[in-house]
């Protein structure tokens, strides 16, 4: 795989936008969200130096889509190749869960799967990690290490461009003309920043250690209180799953056209009352801790049995979108020295 | 593009038998002929309208039309409920597991059923007798509210009864003058001695609490946790694993369920209701 270098993004971009869709980064407040790139808009394109706030799922699995229609079935829709610049290592890491579900083989869902082949990413490295980021605590980092074709590293005199796959590679290739050579001296200001940012990250989460894996702690505090206290300030706004780069619930739903029925998926959220109630109005999680619970038991075991890894990337997204005060990190602390004040030699530990 | 697994097959209601004043019987005939193994369950579509999960009470043998026993309980079903002959329908599935059928090959099956739980146990109980004699027995004991509820009366107050190897018992929690049988909720017609318990398994599939009730009536005789199969009814959307809402610990009901056993799911809080 090639590494290369260039001063300037620009034409890289136009190289893209003459293949492809092309989605980038767009900042407003402190916050990035994506937007689609229009030749007559002239924005440039910036590196954000975190993660969007909107979930990478947007692209693969939209908020609705229509996923099936009546009488006739639906045709297979024609998607455009896209690129999405910007992505995080938690973004990868999370579109490795949503191919844990959507790819399952005997139950793929093919309106992802289309997408998924049609989608270039380009991930960027973070500079400045935000506080609510703890990625390195759930096995990530402040750069990508596989799984995207192209990563952009931001260096003082340029940026340096790296192919994941042979997508990436062959997209080198071709525009060979674009770039130059990535010297040691790039290549070494890259793995000074890297460290730099992943530094901060261990820094900013240095309280947040576990004494034990995150999935025995959450398994063993099955029965903890800590959900109801917890679920006390929630105010069931659903935006914790909504951000959620990894939350993939979704409700199907029957509309009517004018010429045609349809069967539409949207987006759920596990954190809604009705949710798991059934038309006899029997609901096994009335109690909205118990919703808590059962969010955080899928994040931190089924899914990790089902799929053997992790459905949490640390991107803290749900932290910033909290409307009330339900903070994953402090809730997984909590239960885990609730659980140390159980335990006998690492109780004394704690003391 | 791979199958769409949202898409449903085109299929017609040809017939609606009513069953109680709350249930009716659809019969629906699919575009394809239709295979699907007894516990499992199909979406049916009202196009336009809605989606729900439903068990086919008929039997797996035949698979050009199939029955769906179908109880006014929300939206969907009271929409369904109105529907009449010629009705245009959607089929998904068949979804999830079965009855480990092969696994009762030699034993008593004991079935306990209530309400409109009796649709599933209907396409079992046709599989079993089937095959009658390769059961030690097939032994039924069903639950309605008052005779007028149960479902299916003409094969169960007649016909099934006359099969060899098959014993039914019935209660009613309210008899009228007519009812010559017990009176009483299901678990007092149960007892330790109708099967050899060593030798047999449990089927239960009722309301809620019926099956709650029922399921520790047998844990009690000495039943293992391992011989009482459950069919676990949650909202199941999509059907395959993926949307959540029929999440039953780790389980998804809609792909690793709708059957279960006892022991499987006993360590979840709240799996009545």
């Not at chain 1, 083989?105 to 270039?120: A, L, Q, S, T, V």
């Not at chain 2, 059961?135 to 099969?163: H, M, Q």
Request: glycine fraction near 8%; aromatic fraction near 10%.
């Amino acid at each position: 795989m090639q590494t290369v270098f260039v001063n300037d993004l620009e034409p890289f971009l136009s190289a893209v936008v003459g293949q492809m869709d092309v989605y980038y980064p767009r900042k407003i407040d402190s916050h990035y969200v994506f937007e689609k790139y229009n030749s007559s808009s002239n924005r440039k394109l910036e590196i954000n130096n975190i993660r969007a706030c909107t979930p990478a799922k947007e692209f693969l699995f939209p908020l609705r889509e229509l996923a099936a229609v009546f009488p006739e079935p639906l045709e297979p829709r024609d998607i455009r190749p896209f690129a999405v610049f910007g992505l995080k290592d938690c973004d990868l890491r999370s579109i490795e869960v949503l191919d844990k579900v959507f790819t399952e083989k005997d139950f793929e869902d093919p309106f992802y799967i289309e997408r998924r082949e049609k989608m270039f990413i380009i991930t960027t490295d973070c500079s400045e990690p935000a506080a609510s980021c703890f990625c390195n605590v759930m096995g990530g980092g402040p750069f990508a290490r596989d799984g995207f074709d192209l990563n952009i590293s931001q260096v003082e005199t340029g940026f340096i461009i790296e192919a994941g796959s042979k997508k990436g590679d062959e997209f080198l290739a071709k525009h060979s003309q674009l770039f130059s050579e990535a010297g040691n001296d790039v290549l070494s200001e890259r793995q000074k920043n890297r460290e730099t940012a992943q530094k901060q990250l261990e820094e900013n989460n240095a309280e947040l250690k576990f004494d034990a894996p995150v999935q025995e702690i959450v398994e063993k505090s099955y029965d903890s209180d800590v959900y109801d206290e917890e679920a006390a300030t929630c105010v069931e706004c659903q935006a914790c799953t909504r951000v959620c780069p990894t939350c993939h619930c979704f409700y199907l739903y029957d509309t009517k056209q004018k010429d045609y029925f349809g069967k539409m998926k949207m987006w759920d959220s596990c954190m809604r009352l009705a949710y798991a109630q059934v038309a006899g109005g029997e609901n096994p999680r009335k109690v909205l801790g118990d919703r808590l619970r059962h969010r955080f038991m899928h994040k931190f075991s089924f899914f990790l049995d089902r799929y053997g890894i992790n459905m949490c990337v640390g991107c803290g997204r749900c932290v910033d979108a909290e409307s009330g005060e339900v903070d994953i990190r402090e809730v997984l602390k909590k239960l885990s020295q609730e659980l140390l004040g159980k335990g006998g030699k690492k109780a004394e530990v704690a003391q | 593009m791979n199958k769409n697994l949202y898409q449903p097959i085109n299929g017609e209601i040809i017939d609606i038998i009513e069953e109680s004043p709350t249930i009716k019987s659809f019969v629906v005939v699919p575009e394809n002929d239709f295979k699907f193994e007894t516990g499992q369950f199909v979406e049916l579509t009202l196009p336009g309208e809605g989606e729900a999960p439903f068990t086919p009470s008929s039997s797996p043998a035949v698979t050009e039309k199939m029955e769906i026993t179908i109880m006014k309980a929300g939206r969907v079903t009271a929409l369904l409920h109105a529907c009449q002959k010629g009705q245009k329908v959607g089929i998904r599935g068949p979804y999830g597991n079965g009855y480990p059928i092969e696994d009762f090959v030699g034993k008593d099956v004991y079935i306990v059923g209530g309400g409109v739980g009796l649709a599933p146990i209907r396409s079992l109980f046709l599989t079993l007798v089937d095959r009658v004699k390769d059961f030690k027995s097939v032994t039924c004991r069903f639950g309605a509210r008052t005779p007028e509820d149960f479902i299916y009366k003409n094969t169960l107050f007649g016909s099934w009864r006359k099969i060899d190897g098959v014993d039914i018992k019935l209660t009613v929690d309210n008899a009228d003058g007519k009812w010559t049988e017990n009176v009483g909720v299901v678990t007092t017609i149960l007892s330790p001695g109708d099967v050899d318990i060593k030798n047999s398994v449990a089927v239960v599939c009722g309301p809620p609490i019926m099956m709650k009730f029922a399921t520790l009536k047998l844990l009690e005789f000495g039943f293992g946790d391992k011989q009482i199969y459950l069919s676990m009814e949650k909202n199941m959307s999509c059907g395959i694993g993926k949307c959540g809402h029929c999440m039953l610990g780790q389980y998804y009901v809609c792909k690793d369920g709708p059957v279960f056993t006892y022991d499987q799911i006993k360590k979840y809080p709240n799996i009545w209701d």
